[in-house]
């Protein structure tokens, strides 16, 4: 039984902030796929690379278990 439950996360930019609703996202790996968690489009939110940040923080805690 594998009990090393590690989550792997990582924040992309991704497409332009004036055409795509998130050019900011957050992915987590399951299943040896990346998968979207959480995305920001960084021309309307001011906070998005902080706000990443923290969604970083939620995914691993949230998948670690």
């Known amino acids: 039984m594998n009990t090393n439950k590690s989550a792997t996360v990582r924040t992309i930019s991704k497409g332009s902030p004036f055409t ?30 902080s706000e990443a940040r923290s969604a970083e923080a939620r995914a691993k805690a949230e998948y670690e278990n």
């Open 20 to 49: 795509d609703t998130y050019d900011l996202i957050v992915e987590v790996l399951k299943n040896g796929e990346w998968t979207y968690y959480q995305g920001f489009n960084t021309l309307s939110n001011d906070y998005a690379y």
